[in-house]
Structures are given as C-alpha cells and as structure tokens.
C-alpha cells in the first residue's frame, strides 16, 4: 500500500540522515547535563542558569555541580559568578574550572580579555566550543548545567548532537516576540530528541517597592499558555526584581546571597 511504501520512505531517510550525525559521547565524570536555553536573547537564561546551578548544590550538598557558559560571542557566567583569570592545566592537558560558591565554572570569558569582543566566523565557535566540552576536567559532577546561547544555530546543534542531555529548560519572559522564540526552540530540542522538562516564566511581574502595587509589564501568563499548547510543564515564575539583578551584577546571585528572600 501506498502508506507502507511511505514509512519505509522515511526510514531510509532517518537511516541516511543519522550516519552524517556525530556520535554522541559523554563528558567524563559527569553523570547529567541540563541546558537553559531562549530562543531570545535578555530573557535573563543567564542570571537563571546560575541560580539554577546554586539551587542545585544548595537543595543537596552531596551533590557536585558544575556551570559551563556556552555563549561563546556574550559570556557573562565570569561576572555572575565572581571569577576571573585563566584556567590552569592538568598534565594531561586539560582545563582546569575556576570555581566558587562551591560551583566548578567553565567559560570563554575566562580566555579573552574582559571588554574584548570575540570576531569570529562559525567554524571558529564550533572549534571553540568542542574545547569547552571536551577539554576541561571537570572532575565528578552530579550536574552539569550549560548555559546556551541565544537562538536555534550551531551551538545548540552542536551540543545536542555531540553529548548526551537529561533535559533542556526553556526561558522565556511573558512578551508575545519572546513566547516566539522559546516555541522555536521548544521545537528544536524536541527535533533533536532532548527531553524538554519545561518551561521557566521569567520577570513575570513587577512589585513597587514603594505601594506594593504589583505590574504585569511584559504581560501576565503568556509561558503558562505556551507550554499548554505544546504540553510542556511550567517549572516555575521569577518575578522581575532589582534585588535578582543587583545581585547577579555584583557576582552574588539571589540564591547564594538572599536565601530566604521571595527572589
């Protein structure tokens, strides 16, 4: 039947597909890999990957975790997380993470000069970003959290096809351009077979200080909505907080500096 002749069709073509695609290979001594990923840029997947890794180690202090930045172009996990300098190396060659708050960091901050911009073309980002798998010696690590960069491209394809990932959290604020995006890459891990374990409402609300008065700037329940239309779960809501962003900007996260804060 004809039906029949169809899903053969498409067998082939998985089948033809998957041989040009990297096996995928675990990173040594890390036992699970969560990635934060946006389809937008400054929906805040940084400050709430950081906080995320701190929530981590603090919900279970048996547990390793480890934080590696893979936005290559606008790392920021360096100022976040109050590191500087350049990583040491082991004698096998390997990178050594920078660590604080208990958390071993790896990013290419840590290998450019602070206000240098990185001008580089694709093949480049991908060289790079094969180190920062590849090379760091990371230890025994319960976690791994990756800090994605922004979009659906080769980074994201890269490390979805080239290691094995537990889950992938999406970011997104309540805005309508936003919500587009984080659909998009929602989609993608789905394409590339990584769990998605759902979706995070960033900078959901805003309280005055002063009244109180509370203020849906960038719209009230528009994450809730998308992750009911592609069945996902929402993880949870941050509000939009000074005290979230003074504290990551001062490299002090909410997590590890107001523990007991509502932020």
């Not at 911009?117 to 010696?137: C, F, N, Q, T, Y």
């Not at 592609?230 to 809501?237: C, E, K, Q, S, Y």
Request: net charge neutral; with cysteine; charged share 20%.
């Amino acid at each position: 039947s004809s039906s029949s002749r169809d899903e053969a069709l498409k067998d082939k073509r998985a089948r033809i597909l998957s041989r040009g695609l990297p096996k995928q290979k675990p990173i040594e001594g890390v036992k699970q890999v969560v990635v934060l990923a946006s389809g937008k840029g400054g929906v805040g997947k940084s400050t709430t990957a950081v906080n995320i890794a701190l929530a981590l180690a603090a919900n279970d202090s048996t547990k390793e975790v480890g934080l590696l930045d893979a936005d290559i172009y606008g790392p920021s996990i360096p100022k976040m997380m109050n590191l500087k300098g350049n990583p040491e190396l082991t004698p096998k060659n390997l990178m050594r993470p920078l660590k604080n708050y208990g958390i071993a960091c790896m990013s290419m901050g840590f290998l450019i000069e602070e206000t240098a911009p990185v001008v580089w073309r694709g093949l480049m980002v991908m060289s790079a970003v094969e180190k920062l798998l590849r090379e760091v010696d990371w230890g025994q690590l319960d976690y791994l959290v990756i800090d994605m960069p922004p979009g659906t491209g080769d980074v994201q394809l890269s490390v979805s096809q080239n290691i094995p990932i537990a889950g992938a959290v999406i970011i997104s604020t309540p805005q309508d351009v936003a919500l587009l995006d984080a659909c998009k890459g929602a989609e993608m891990f789905r394409k590339v077979h990584v769990p998605v374990l759902g979706l995070v409402q960033n900078m959901s609300v805003f309280q005055c200080p002063k009244c109180k008065h509370e203020t849906h700037i960038f719209g009230a329940d528009g994450v809730r909505d998308l992750a009911k239309t592609l069945g996902l779960d929402i993880l949870g809501d941050i509000p939009l907080h000074v005290n979230i962003r003074e504290t990551c900007d001062s490299g002090q996260p909410v997590v590890i500096s107001q523990p007991e804060s509502d932020a």
